[in-house]
């Protein structure tokens, strides 16, 4: 292995370019230039060493490109459990940790007794997110967790919730992540990568202030606040979107000179969620949620796949609820993709594409931060009018065939269709876009 690079000889950034210009047979070296009109940045299908002008970083060191981890690559393997019934949620939390689950997302938007929903459930041995409506909530949880309240995270809303003063007491006392920024609802409306991370900065960031401005210091506030990140099905974009927020929290979070390294890395759950699925393609869908797995695993500290018919008429199946599941033990126990840190690191695309995708991020939550963050009614509402205009973009390029979703927009499944959509929640008055709503092109 040590003469591995002997046997290889370095090409240089000319010599390479020679190579690609014969293999495209006459045409020009332009045509591997290509611009995303979604996502709205430029790159090339190649990069090489000599472009390269970022040092390299290693795993663990500031700014957190390529995360906290140092010793294996493992993430917690989430589900979504929404509580109407505390029986009916407690045998389901059973069953999913019995299926390979070590994180669970409870929602409930009523009041709940818990002890019902978590008999049974050692919170010890998993991790626990909760979305909840109320402090005593909050409390009642804390209470059942005892000593295992460090793996226990809540979900108020960094931009809809309202910190009040009995909720900041028990924070502070608790020292739980307790404000989500929920950068994966603004993804499933339509978002490209820029504006997911520019709204996570601009509400991250927010939330940092205010919380000190309670009296947290740095180090507090930020183990407060925790990421929901969208994954699409473009895969080095994905992968570079969640380097780069990892990279730019940090940025931001220097700024405040927190005393403990740890503070640079920001807790990311990734989602995979319903945009590009189709209800009557499920195989077509476990291939789709399979790579988004692949790419939220390389800078991610859990994943929840969300089942493909979660939100169809019928509720979620039973297949499509341990497939969801499995894609991510399959991934650690087959693939050991939990064994390799940042594997996409070093790779000049990834790199370059985290530059590019991070630029233009950094540019849209400077735009958002000057004009008074994503909380003033002003800047929220031309926000959301972009990401409106990005959505339709997306519905366009469907419609006219110059995306392809298989399944979707191209070669659909013929039969006919057993199950619809019922609604899907969005995010700030904005609509979730499903791109399975379209009206489907001719097979060709």
């Not at 292995?1 to 045409?27: A, C, Y």
């Not at 949880?141 to 028990?170: M, P, W, Y």
């Not at 603004?186 to 504006?195: D, F, I, L, M, T």
């Not at 180090?219 to 099905?233: L, M, R």
């Amino acid at each position: 292995m040590n003469n591995l690079f002997q046997e290889f000889p370095p090409t240089n950034l000319s010599e390479w370019k020679d190579k690609i210009v014969k293999d495209l047979k006459g045409k020009e070296l332009s045509v591997l230039d290509f611009h995303d009109p979604i996502e709205d940045i430029d790159f090339r299908a190649f990069y090489h060493r000599e472009e390269r002008q970022a040092p390299d970083i290693t795993p663990g060191s500031f700014p957190a490109t390529r995360g906290s981890k140092t010793i294996d690559n493992n993430w917690s393997n989430g589900a979504f459990i929404s509580v109407t019934n505390e029986k009916v949620a407690n045998e389901k939390a059973l069953k999913l940790l019995m299926m390979g689950a070590d994180l669970l997302l409870f929602q409930a938007d009523a009041k709940v007794n818990w002890s019902k929903v978590l008999e049974g459930v050692q919170l010890e041995f998993i991790r626990t997110q909760f979305s909840l409506s109320s402090t005593d909530q909050v409390k009642e949880i804390l209470q059942i967790a005892g000593n295992a309240k460090n793996r226990v995270s809540f979900c108020f809303d960094a931009v809809t919730d309202t910190s009040n003063e009995e909720l900041i007491h028990v924070m502070k006392s608790s020292q739980t992540a307790t404000y989500v920024v929920n950068g994966f609802r603004v993804q499933k409306c339509g978002a490209n990568a820029s504006q997911e991370l520019a709204f996570c900065l601009s509400a991250g960031h927010e939330m940092l202030v205010e919380l000190m401005e309670k009296g947290f210091n740095t180090d507090e506030a930020t183990a407060q606040i925790h990421f929901h990140v969208g994954v699409g099905a473009n895969y080095f974009n994905a992968i570079a979107k969640l380097r780069a927020l990892r990279q730019l929290w940090s940025k931001i979070v220097a700024e405040y000179n927190p005393e403990h390294a740890c503070s640079y890395n920001c807790q990311i759950t990734a989602i995979i969620g319903h945009t590009n699925k189709s209800l009557k393609d499920p195989y077509t869908n476990l291939l789709r949620q399979t790579t988004e797995t692949m790419s939220a695993a390389s800078a991610s500290d859990a994943i929840i796949v969300l089942p493909y018919d979660m939100y169809s008429e019928n509720g979620a199946s039973e297949l499509a609820e341990r497939m969801a599941l499995n894609i991510s033990t399959i991934l650690k126990e087959e693939s050991y993709l939990h064994h390799v840190i940042d594997a996409p690191g070093g790779s000049y695309t990834v790199e370059e594409l985290t530059e590019i995708i991070g630029k233009k991020a950094w540019s849209h939550f400077q735009e958002l931060d000057k004009n008074g963050g994503i909380k003033q009614p002003e800047v929220q509402s031309e926000f959301k009018e972009a990401v409106g205009q990005t959505a339709a973009k997306r519905m366009e390029a469907y419609q006219n065939g110059s995306a392809t979703l298989i399944g979707v927009n191209k070669f659909p499944d013929p039969r006919e269709q057993t199950t619809a959509w019922k609604e899907v929640p969005g995010y700030l008055n904005m609509s979730a876009f499903l791109a399975d709503t379209i009206k489907k092109t001719e097979t060709v």
